[in-house]
């Protein structure tokens, strides 16, 4: 079996340091990297290209809502068209640095309450792969399993790649656990370990409840924003390793090539 382990990173501000970005750039196979509207700037995603391309790390652009002040997490609601040029624009923006760096992007993964509101909202997920294949048809949908952006990328024949989260806890809808509550949340590394293995073992997302939902698994993402999120990502891979799993960026896992 393969397994991609991807990780948001690139998002420097008041709200987040990237000091741990080297370190999970050694471990994860694919980056996903801010685009300047949330969290980065130009440098930081100079420097995130960079170091991922020297691991051998595939990169992809993150965009969000034009919200630095809230790190990208308020809910906005904007028309089609305005959505349609922020997904745009933060894709060109990465592209363009890439390209100057001799690497290309090979995936989008939303950020934020964008991608949160997308996961529910299939119109709204529907407008964001449209803008995906605007851009490049090429690129790969990371986007969370058994959500609207799931059924809207595969319904126009993008390229998707079906996401867990090692580090969060799932409502009995499948949904993530909100961060304003206690247990949205995993900090143990070992336990993190063992939420993500019975996942991929089970294909099935491990709601807090203990209830399970079947559902395909591509790729696991472990935030890079926590106390022991280099430990939880060292556990992780050290563990797939273990299981016998094969880890690969994501435009080299076999359903893409």
Request: glycine share 6%; charged share 25%; with cysteine.
């Amino acid at each position: 079996m393969e397994i991609n382990i991807n990780c948001d990173l690139g998002e420097s501000s008041k709200l987040h340091s990237t000091e741990n970005d080297p370190l999970l750039l050694k471990i994860v196979n694919s980056a996903n990297i801010a685009c300047g509207y949330h969290a980065g700037n130009k440098p930081t995603m100079e420097k995130t290209i960079e170091i991922s391309k020297k691991n051998n790390v595939s990169i992809g652009a993150h965009p969000s809502f034009k919200d630095p002040e809230n790190f990208g997490r308020k809910r906005i609601d904007l028309p089609p068209n305005e959505i349609k040029k922020l997904i745009i624009d933060q894709i060109n923006i990465l592209s363009e640095i890439a390209n100057s760096k001799e690497i290309k992007i090979t995936h989008v993964k939303p950020h934020g309450a964008l991608n949160n509101m997308a996961c529910e909202d299939y119109d709204l997920a529907k407008v964001i792969s449209e803008s995906i294949i605007e851009t490049n048809k090429d690129l790969i949908f990371l986007v969370p399993t058994g959500s609207q952006m799931e059924k809207a990328g595969k319904n126009l024949n993008l390229k998707v790649a079906a996401e867990i989260f090692a580090d969060r806890n799932y409502e009995d809808d499948g949904n993530l656990v909100s961060r304003k509550k206690n247990n949205a949340m995993i900090t143990d590394p070992e336990i993190a370990k063992k939420h993500v293995i019975k996942m991929i073992e089970t294909q099935a997302l491990n709601c807090y409840s203990g209830k399970q939902i079947p559902c395909e698994i591509d790729s696991i993402c472990v935030h890079g924003d926590g106390k022991s999120a280099v430990n939880t990502a060292k556990k992780i891979k050290e563990g797939l390793i273990k299981s016998g799993i094969t880890l690969k960026t994501l435009n080299k896992l076999k359903k893409f090539i």
